[in-house]
């Protein structure tokens, strides 16, 4: 009895270990959740991101801009996913490092950059057609963003 409840107490730590290194994004609770950044709430379901670093630990933030701005004084080299809203499918995360980013003056995100994800370049195009702006793979919104 005493070597079954061991085994059970063993398997119980482990999947708690393994549970807490998921490295995997998490789905933001609008509304309710903070941004790690500015610390206003998340409340706009195309303009949120996200970071999950190595050991699974998820940062939310409540536009791109924000997890830019956060990244300057974090080790990048912990970072695993950098996430992005897909402007065209609210609150669908996909990968930044991927993504097409439209910054046009008629499409207001949270902090004021103006600042959209696409994960199709072709919808971007389209939105652009209407709204006009400035298209940018991540480095070169990473490298705009820095000026």
């Given at each position: 009895?005493?070597?079954?409840?061991?085994?059970?107490?063993?398997?119980?730590?482990l999947a708690l270990i393994f549970a807490g290194c998921n490295v995997a994004p998490q789905a933001i609770d609008y509304g309710h959740e903070s941004c790690y950044f500015c610390k206003m709430t998340i409340v706009d379901k195309v303009h949120a991101a996200e970071l999950v670093?190595?050991?699974?630990?998820?940062?939310?933030?409540?536009a791109t801009e924000c997890m830019?701005?956060?990244?300057k004084d974090f080790n990048v080299a912990e970072i695993e996913l950098y996430l992005s809203n897909?402007?065209?499918?609210?609150?669908?995360?996909?990968?930044?490092t991927e993504a097409t980013f439209l910054i046009s003056k008629q499409i207001p995100s949270p902090m004021g950059?103006?600042?959209?994800a696409f994960?199709?370049?072709?919808?971007?195009?389209?939105?652009?057609?209407?709204?006009?702006?400035?298209?940018?793979?991540?480095?070169?919104l990473l490298l705009h963003l820095s000026e």
């Open positions: 009895m005493a070597i079954k409840i061991l085994k059970y107490g063993l398997f119980l730590v670093t190595q050991k699974g630990k998820v940062y939310k933030f409540d830019i701005h956060f990244m897909n402007f065209t499918e609210p609150e669908v995360l996909i990968d930044a950059a103006f600042l959209s994960k199709y370049r072709s919808d971007a195009e389209k939105i652009q057609q209407e709204n006009g702006g400035r298209l940018y793979n991540w480095n070169e």
